[in-house]
T-cell receptor
Framework: ETGVTQSPTHLIKTRGQQVTLRCSSQSGHNTVSWYQQALGQGPQFIFQYYREEENGRGNFPPRFSGLQFPNYSSELNVNALELDDSALYLC????????????FGPGTRLTVT | RKEVEQDPGPFNVPEGATVAFNCTYSNSASQSFFWYRQDCRKEPKLLMSVYSSGNEDGRFTAQLNRASQYISLLIRDSKLSDSATYLCVVKAAGNKLTFGGGTRVLVKP
């Protein structure tokens, strides 16, 4: 096991609602990256947080936002949910500002109806 | 064109056989390369990093061809437990990992 935990494991929301997903990084890691993985596709980079600051962002709209806390845990917030937001959301923990290897949590499966 | 492309498969492999597949990447400035393994409805797990000189880890061999911009993974003596989706991952300068869509491998008795 990687030591990276995510909550909740599953979530069902209605279009237009807001959701918050949580991630606890592996001990000693100070970087958290978030990915969206649609069914049958590879994970897509949403953004990364390093020492509480956003440190890179993929092609996702501003309604995807995040936070990292002093203990390096992190939240992903998605506003105005759309049906296409249904996916597995993965967080990955690593050390350093340009990490070579990342360790994934089990993911949160979000279904938007 | 996608930044990282993989044959989605599936590759149906008899147990004990060898299977190999490639991944192509478009960014010539890419610096680091990895293979991750993902089991059905589970998170990706790092299988191995890919080094310029090629590297081997047990039954798994990874190669990098910078000139043609592809990496490869070869699995020898396939086991039933090797059935999974293999994700090619490329990192350019900075912090973003770019994943391919994955190659599905099914090892059958």
């Amino acid at each position: 096991e990687t030591g990276v935990t995510q909550s909740p494991t599953h979530l069902i929301k209605t279009r237009g609602q807001q959701v918050t997903l949580r991630c606890s990084s592996q001990s000693g890691h100070n970087t958290v990256s978030w990915y969206q993985q649609a069914l049958g596709q590879g994970p897509q980079f949403i953004f990364q947080y390093y020492r509480e600051e956003e440190n890179g962002r993929g092609n996702f709209p501003p309604r995807f936002s995040g936070l990292q806390f002093p203990n390096y845990s992190s939240e992903l917030n998605v506003n105005a949910l759309e049906l296409d937001d249904s996916a597995l959301y993965l967080c990955a923990s690593s050390f350093g500002v340009t990490p070579a290897e990342q360790y994934f949590g089990p993911g949160t499966r979000l279904t938007v109806t | 064109r996608k930044e990282v492309e993989q044959d989605p498969g599936p590759f149906n492999v008899p147990e004990g056989a060898t299977v190999a597949f490639n991944c192509t990447y478009s960014n010539s400035a890419s610096q680091s390369f990895f293979w991750y393994r993902q089991d059905c409805r589970k998170e990706p797990k790092l299988l191995m990093s890919v080094y310029s000189s090629g590297n081997e880890d047990g039954r798994f061999t990874a190669q990098l061809n910078r000139a043609s911009q592809y990496i490869s993974l070869l699995i020898r003596d396939s086991k039933l437990s090797d059935s999974a989706t293999y994700l090619c991952v490329v990192k350019a300068a900075g912090n973003k990992l770019t994943f391919g869509g994955g190659t599905r491998v099914l090892v059958k008795p």
